[in-house]
């Protein structure tokens, strides 16, 4: 997602085009997943139905925020499952939650695999998230360690969406991307860009999140907890 930054387009990429570049690159990355899961016993079939169930959550819960001045109703979900059932559950749940959503609210197009891309490493970033004890204190604290990160993940994830139409939106003035201008010269600009169009939003949504999480994640946590026992997560 990070190519304008990193390399010099030649032009045959646009915003139209890419996303289904994306989509072909991340269905193998997602398979690959899975089938790693699967190898190391992190899968099974009843994980397998637990995805599915999550995935069907967050397509639900989503249309009751997105799109409402940067309101997001599901990367609290994401991110409590990513901390409970691990990285690589985080990550597919990302992926699949996204894609469910797109499909349930109409919302397919060129930015959906941006979307399930980077919402499937807000999932991975909080599986992989320090451990904290498992006391009164500790509890408290990783309420507030999953906010800290929710909101930083949430600032995060509109920063990479923009990456996705941003060279194509402004050609010229001093928020235009500069083709083969490297990371020092595009930096700025994306950041520049990010906090002239998008801030309100990203904003919105890490607000969102880190409330969700402060109201449901003492209780989901001990929830998906019971589920991940009774299943025998490993």
């Known amino acids: 997602m990070s190519w304008p930054l990193l390399a010099a387009p030649g032009g045959a990429l646009t915003e139209t085009t890419s996303g289904p570049w994306l989509f072909a690159l991340l269905l ?4 690959a997943t ?3 899961q699967l190898a190391d016993g992190g899968l099974d079939a009843r994980a397998v139905a637990l995805l599915g169930v999550l995935s069907a959550v967050v397509a639900a819960v989503r249309p009751f925020g997105a799109g409402a001045a940067g ?15 691990g990285a690589g559950f985080g990550f597919l749940l990302g992926c699949t939650g996204l894609f469910a959503s797109a499909l349930l609210t109409g919302g397919v ?12 490493f807000v999932g991975l970033g909080a599986g992989l998230l320090p451990r904290t004890p498992d006391t009164r204190a500790g509890r408290a604290g990783e309420v507030a360690l999953l906010v800290g990160y929710g909101v930083v993940a949430s600032l995060a994830y509109g920063l990479l969406m923009n990456l996705s139409f941003w060279p194509f939106a402004i050609t010229q003035g001093e928020l235009a991307y ?3 201008g490297g990371l020092g ?7 520049a860009y990010s906090l002239a169009t998008s801030l309100g939003w ?13 109201l449901t994640g003492p209780l ?9 026992r009774r299943a025998n997560w490993s």
């Open 178 to 180: 500069v083709p083969g």
């Open 185 to 191: 010269e595009n930096l700025p600009r994306l950041l």
């Open 109 to 120: 197009g060129p930015w959906m695999p941006y979307q399930m891309f980077a919402a499937a």
């Open 220 to 228: 989901l946590l001990r929830v998906l907890r019971r589920a991940a």
């Open 202 to 214: 990203d904003v919105g949504r890490a607000v969102t999140t880190a409330v969700l999480l402060v």
């Open 28 to 31: 193998p990355l997602v398979t």
């Open 34 to 36: 899975v089938v790693v």
């Open 71 to 85: 309101v997001e109703t599901v990367f609290f979900l994401i991110v409590l499952a990513g901390r409970v059932f």
